[in-house]
């Protein structure tokens, strides 16, 4: 992949120098720094460069903000601010830039670098975005000259006019299906890789919670007043776990163990778990027969139809009934096209309720994250979210039928496997394995560095700790013949986990890799998974997962 040519307008020349060589550490290339605004629009028509990072003060008669101005409107470059002060109306026009905006000097390097990535990403996207509704555009005006033409002919045929007036209102009806659910689609997705960032964040400080309470509880008795307080602070702990499994659902990210699974299996259980529960809602089954299996995470599947089916409870206070039904459909290019699916065998299930229903407006936001219609506490607005976001993330989709008054159906589609279906095994139990080899652990947070080390020594591990990537290498390379296995985290600044890892593979072929992510494993985890890592461990994790997965790793 070619570097993002960045260029720096400064009129400090130390100053630029040195954010010109934190950029260059960073891997971009710096094609120029400048440091007056003509010069700056001068060498962009010039160069052409994806970022300028700009500072609003300078010398000269163009300022940053008049010289960004030119600079994005001709030849449509995102810029950055970068300024140590300014007076307030400056700062308000360099907010009209949004949405690249500005960063204050002094900054530290990582600050740096996520306002250069977020901006890169975001010209990125938008010029993608401009390409797609260019597209999107020259479809258009080609549907309206057929329309044209073919309005043109029913004029001069009669007999054929009402035929060729409900196949124009066709065509208009897909163009604008297709044109809400493609703004549907960005949206959503926007909002999923906030979710993931999120979870992210919110796992590794879990991490810490969760570390230092098992390792509090190794040192007590059960009899001890504080003993109990902190299983406590180990459900909680779970129930936040939980909360970020939902946002990593709903952002794509939740497939943890995809195995080849029967629907009609997965629907009979989860109904009739369901049904236990709640007498007051009649459940009807038709399973397909013969069904195809599907390549899904079962826990994921669960989670789907439980919401689902308390979702339809909610809407049904005084009792109902609800449907479910499996079959196998086959979607052809023209089905698959709407719902941005590939053409092919699906397995598709209906949940119907007879409950209170839906106006347009409520579901055009049913999956938007935090949106209910329920009072307050009794959700939080994730479970259809969470619903949307694990389908998507299968490569499946889904969508909703519901009318005030008339019920609901969601409509679930699938892709079809030919694997044979893999039972579940009985799940291992809790008990701590120790053992006596020493391991590299690798990660950037402190606080997850530090309690993650104390996790493996109370174990009986010998553990040199690595607060980064090139930190990693270079221990690996000093202690290699001691090292028995590396505990890897996967997002870090600088050298990130997946190359961290290649570089390890480079030294030691069979070195044996433990990656580490508040993340999940789907996506790049799931990459370096598929170039040889031996496993992966969720973050946050309990003493006794912990332990029972570096002795997995290590037998």
């Not at 001068?42 to 010289?67: C, N, S, Y």
């Not at 196949?167 to 906030?194: P, Y």
């Not at 000093?478 to 990130?496: A, N, T, W, Y």
Request: charged share 30%.
């Amino acid at each position: 992949m070619d570097k993002a040519k960045i260029m720096v307008v400064e009129d400090e020349g130390i100053v630029a120098h040195d954010i010109a060589g934190q950029l260059t550490d960073m891997g971009y290339d710096v094609v120029a720094i400048v440091y007056s605004g003509e010069e700056a629009v001068e060498k962009a028509r010039e160069l052409h460069p994806d970022l300028v990072l700009m500072d609003i003060v300078l010398a000269g008669k163009m300022d940053g903000i008049e010289a960004a101005d030119i600079i994005r409107s001709r030849w449509d470059i995102p810029v950055v601010f970068l300024t140590a002060y300014a007076d307030q109306k400056r700062l308000d026009r360099a907010k009209l830039v949004y949405p690249f905006g500005y960063i204050l000097k002094p900054f530290q390097r990582n600050c740096l670098k996520v306002a250069v990535e977020i901006a890169l990403y975001i010209s990125k996207v938008d010029r993608e975005k401009r390409k797609a509704e260019e597209a999107l555009r020259r479809v258009c005006d080609e549907l309206e000259h057929r329309v044209a033409e073919r309005t043109e002919e029913l004029r001069q045929a009669n007999e054929e006019l009402q035929t060729e007036i409900t196949e124009r209102n066709q065509l208009e009806e897909e163009k604008r299906i297709l044109r809400e659910r493609l703004q549907q689609a960005d949206k959503m997705e926007a909002i999923g890789t906030l979710a993931g960032g999120i979870a992210h964040d919110f796992n590794n400080l879990l991490m810490g919670i969760q570390g230092h309470a098992s390792l509090t509880l190794l040192d007590l008795d059960p009899s001890h007043p504080h003993y109990e307080r902190l299983k406590r602070i180990e459900e909680q702990v779970e129930s936040g776990a939980d909360l970020t499994r939902q946002l990593l659902g709903f952002a794509r990210g939740g497939r943890y163990d995809v195995k080849p699974a029967d629907m009609n299996d997965i629907i009979k259980e989860t109904s009739s778990m369901f049904g236990r529960t709640k007498k007051e809602i009649s459940i009807h089954r038709k399973y397909g027969k013969d069904l195809c299996s599907v390549e899904v995470d079962r826990g994921q599947m669960e989670q789907v139809f439980m919401n689902l089916y308390v979702n339809a409870w909610q809407a049904m206070p005084g009792g109902g009934e609800i449907y479910l039904e499996t079959e196998d459909v086959l979607w052809d290019a023209e089905q698959a096209v709407p719902y941005a699916v590939t053409p092919g065998k699906y397995v598709k299930i209906t949940v119907t309720d007879t409950g209170t229903g839906m106006d347009e407006k409520t579901r055009e936001r049913i999956f938007d994250p935090f949106f209910t219609t329920k009072e307050m506490g009794r959700g939080t607005g994730l479970g259809l979210a969470t619903v949307y976001g694990i389908i998507k993330g299968h490569k499946g989709t889904i969508h909703v039928d519901s009318e005030p008054g008339h019920g609901t159906t969601f409509h679930i589609y699938l892709p079809a496997s030919e694997k044979e279906v893999v039972k579940e095994k009985t799940a291992t139990g809790t008990i701590i394995a120790r053992g006596t080899e020493t391991i590299l652990l690798v990660d950037d947070e402190k606080m997850v560095l530090e309690v993650s080390k104390a996790m493996l020594e109370s174990m009986g591990y010998r553990v040199y700790p690595a607060g980064s990537g090139q930190e990693a290498l270079a221990v690996y390379m000093e202690k290699r013949s001691e090292i028995d296995l590396v505990i890897l985290d996967m997002i870090m600044p600088g050298i990130s986990g997946g190359e961290t890892f290649d570089r390890l593979r480079e030294i030691d072929p069979e070195i044996k890799v433990l990656l580490s992510s508040g993340y999940s494993i789907e996506g790049q985890a799931q990459e370096i998974m598929d170039r040889g890592c031996n496993g992966f461990l969720q973050k946050p994790f309990r003493l006794a997962n912990l332990s029972r997965k570096v002795r997995e790793m290590l037998v």
